[in-house]
């Protein structure tokens, strides 16, 4: 099972406020390659992703308040990653957290990119050197991710974590197209706003052996940080590329990380999570999946209050009969804007809701995002 190393970092958040957080809904189009999986049309995808750093960086409206921003898992063409954290750098704004999942390299590049990084991630570093000091895996390929970090005085964190768990066309009889399995998370305890975070890849929320499991260590890790600090993890972000956002082990595993059946948790009782997907153009060679992916969604604990609504372009329900409250969007390529509750349980006497959207935005020909308006009209789906 992958360790949880806790990170320090300077983020100032609004206390007593709800944060601000944007899910980039966009197609992924992924070709078997050498190593891995590569994206088919790197460039074109650039461009995409780029339209959306704009955006961000623009900040037009209440964008200025984003805090979060999450694309999902293999989004970006790994020969773009620095331009990518060059734009962060310099024109996004400070207190501003971006994950975004990066095409597969060798293990061999990700351990350089560990050693280059290195004041972030000397721990990762160690737990790469162990694997590959006990056999030939240099070679292997790279499902990860980054969560680069602005911080409240504008300095730039960069944390990379690589995929646990393949999904099917992840795994090979021939070892030296397997997957490597990463060995490490990390939980991000923000100075001095007293939030938590994590963020992980996909079947990462889901993997598990007969005797153990990512969510229970994630579970406990978060208990004992209950316990010994009275905080909580406070959000779980998880980047996706799945044709079945919504398979029934996903709400199984939800339903045991927020239902109390056997035991209190404590250290997730008021965690967000947020699942961010891609959008139902991605097309994967060898995966028969049609009309599938999308449906980005929210969870929270039912003690919170959701209106009820099933609108074009979002609905709200409990995931057929989680203990949750879930927004769950459409499957479109979208921008998606919403606020996450406060890092507090809502005041059960109040009639307000702590989950709202903001805005959903579509993108055009030239890759111009706009906000569309929602038809109240037409069922959600």
């Known amino acids: 099972m992958p360790e949880i190393i806790d990170k320090k970092i300077n983020l100032e958040f609004p206390l007593g406020h709800h944060l601000h957080c944007m899910v980039a809904q966009i197609p992924n189009h ?9 994206l088919v049309d790197p460039e074109e995808k650039w461009r995409l992703v780029s339209s959306v750093l704009e955006l961000v960086a623009a900040g037009e409206g209440n964008l200025k308040k984003l805090h979060f921003l999450m694309f999902p898992e293999s989004s970006l063409p790994a020969s ?40 972030d991630n000397a721990e990762a570093i160690g737990f790469v050197d162990h694997d590959i000091d006990s056999g030939d895996v240099l070679d292997m390929p790279v499902n990860w991710c980054c969560v680069a970090v602005k911080e409240a005085d504008g300095r730039l964190r960069v944390f990379l974590e690589a995929k646990s768990h393949p999904f099917h066309g992840e795994e090979y009889i021939d070892t030296f197209h397997d997957l490597y399995r990463g060995r490490h998370f990390y939980l991000f305890r923000c100075r001095p706003s007293c939030f938590n975070f994590m963020a992980i890849i996909c079947l990462d929320y889901l993997y598990r052996d007969l005797h153990t499991s990512n969510i229970r260590q994630i579970i406990d890790h978060a208990n004992q940080l209950y316990f010994t600090t009275r905080q909580g993890l406070d959000a779980l972000f998880v ?29 997730v009782r008021e965690t967000v999570t947020v699942f961010g997907n891609v959008s139902e153009e991605t097309t994967i060679e060898g995966s028969p999946a049609e009309d599938a992916y999308g449906r980005s969604y929210v969870v929270i604990n039912h003690s919170h209050r959701l209106a009820q609504v099933s609108l074009s372009e979002f609905a709200t329900d409990d995931f057929d009969g989680a203990p949750v409250c879930r927004l769950r969007f459409g499957k479109g390529t979208r921008l998606l804007y919403f606020n996450l509750p406060p890092q507090h349980e809502i005041d059960p006497r109040t009639s307000r809701i702590p989950l709202k959207v903001h805005a959903i935005m579509a993108v055009d020909e030239v890759g111009v995002w706009s906000k569309i308006t929602v038809d109240e009209s037409a069922a959600g789906g």
């Open 30 to 38: 992924l070709k078997r390659a050498e190593i891995g999986f590569c």
């Open 80 to 119: 773009r990653f620095d331009d990518m954290l060059a734009v962060i750098e310099q024109r996004f704004r400070p207190n501003t957290v971006t994950v975004f999942g990066v095409e597969h390299i060798r293990l061999r590049e990700y351990r350089a990119l560990l050693e280059r990084f290195s004041a």
């Open 239 to 267: 980047i996706q590329c799945n044709p079945k956002p919504e398979h029934h082990a996903y709400r199984e595993v939800i339903s045991g990380f927020y239902g109390e059946y056997l035991e209190d948790m404590p250290g």
